[in-house]
Structure formats: C-alpha cells, structure tokens
C-alpha cells in the first residue's frame, strides 16, 4: 500500500508558466515533507522540505504548501523554466523514523520553450 | 551529489553472480541508506544503517546484505544476483533537513 502518491506520472507546461505537482500522503505519522528534483543518469538533488507545523515554505522560485487535514502537499515553480524539466519525487519522513524517507512514485515535467 | 560517491556506476551480471556495491560519505554523519528506483517507481529504502556498527531492514531488504564498515562506508551486497534486482541504486546519508544522495548504481541482472 502507497503511502505517498503522486498520481500525475507526467506534467507539461509553457515556459514563464506555472508549473503544480501534486503529492498524496496516507500515514497521518509523517510530520516532515520534501521534494526532490531528479535528471537522467543523476541522483536525486533536494529542493525543498517542509515541517507539518507549517502550511507554506517558500524558497526562490519554488513554494511548497502543505494542507494537514487533506494530507496533501503541492509544490508550485513561478515561473517555470525549462531547466527544470526533470522527474520531481514527493517524499515523507516522521520524527524517530532514523531521516529514513518514504517516496512517491515522480511526476516526470516537461517545461515547453 | 556532493560528500555521497559510489562505485561502480555501471555493471552487468549474470544470474547467480555475486557482487558488492561500495558508497562512502564525507559528511561525517552516524546514519546511510541503500535505495533502488525502478521505471514508473520511487525510491525505496533496502537497508540503512543509523550509526557504526547498526543496520536495519528496509522496504525491501530480501536478497540484499550490508555491511557498515565504519562510519565512512556502507557497502550493499547482493550474493546471488537475479533479473529482479535490474534497477538503479542510490546511497544516501543526511544533511542538514534533508538526505544527500549519491549518483547511483545502474546494475543489469541477465
């Protein structure tokens, strides 16, 4: 059973556009949220992270927001580019879990020039 | 990637071949992961390890072993390899709010 969904295997979007990608979570323990950017032949590089105390983290171009009751999370690119065409993974984490993390499935981007 | 390596980051087996994948990390930190990553799949957690001389089951820990040799490495080792063990393997260890990953193993299992 998934407990972090993604459920958009893929996203396309104009250049100078918004860019929305979507993360489920199921285990109300989860209490730490992060998104990951992957490219091709490359580990997974960290983006951006979010606390279950807030509902907003905003870091440049990238806002992570975190609805608790829904047990949703978003992240949101302004203004997307197209170096940021990559696979974005959702992952979830809770407090004594040793940083061990729990991923979504990656929603593959496409920001169109 | 910075502070994960891994070596190799290519290999081919045949079934039943043994061989041991190394990751090593200068962040000086007690905890390191071992995660694979199949098409259309996260990544999910093999092994980890939370300080020298620990290690734990992860997901999906069968047919997998590990070794934390000191509080640099953590070897994953696979003595009987099968063509279900065809993905890619990434080593982590944290950082500051988050994991830092190496950048992977590509292994083919014939």
């Known amino acids: 059973d998934q407990q972090v969904k993604q459920n958009s295997p893929s996203l396309s979007v104009q250049e100078g556009r918004i860019s929305i990608l979507n993360c489920d979570y199921t285990n109300s323990m989860f209490d730490y949220f992060l998104w990951y950017k992957k490219y091709p032949a490359e580990g997974p590089t960290f983006l951006i992270s979010?606390?279950?105390?807030?509902d907003k983290n905003e870091d440049g171009r990238f806002t992570v927001f975190l609805n608790k009751s829904a047990k949703h999370l978003s992240l949101h690119i302004v203004p997307s580019q197209p170096g940021d065409s990559a696979v974005y993974f959702c992952a979830a984490s809770w407090m004594d879990s040793s940083y061990k993390l729990i991923f979504g499935s990656g929603t593959r981007l496409l920001v169109r020039p | 990637n910075a502070g994960v390596t891994q070596t190799p980051k290519f290999q081919v087996l045949k079934t039943g071949q043994s061989m041991t994948l190394q990751c090593a990390q200068d962040m000086n930190h007690n905890s390191m992961y071992w995660y694979r990553q199949d098409p259309g799949m996260g990544l999910r957690l093999i092994y980890y390890s939370a300080s020298e001389g620990t290690t734990d089951k992860g997901e999906v820990p069968n047919g997998y072993n590990v070794s934390r040799l000191n509080k640099r490495e953590f070897s994953l080792r696979l003595e009987s390899a099968a063509p279900s063990q065809t993905s890619v393997y990434f080593c982590?260890?944290?950082?500051?709010?988050?994991?830092?990953f190496g950048p992977g193993t590509r292994l083919t299992v014939l």
């Open positions: 979010i606390s279950s105390i807030k």
């Open positions: 982590a260890a944290p950082g500051t709010d988050t994991q830092y």
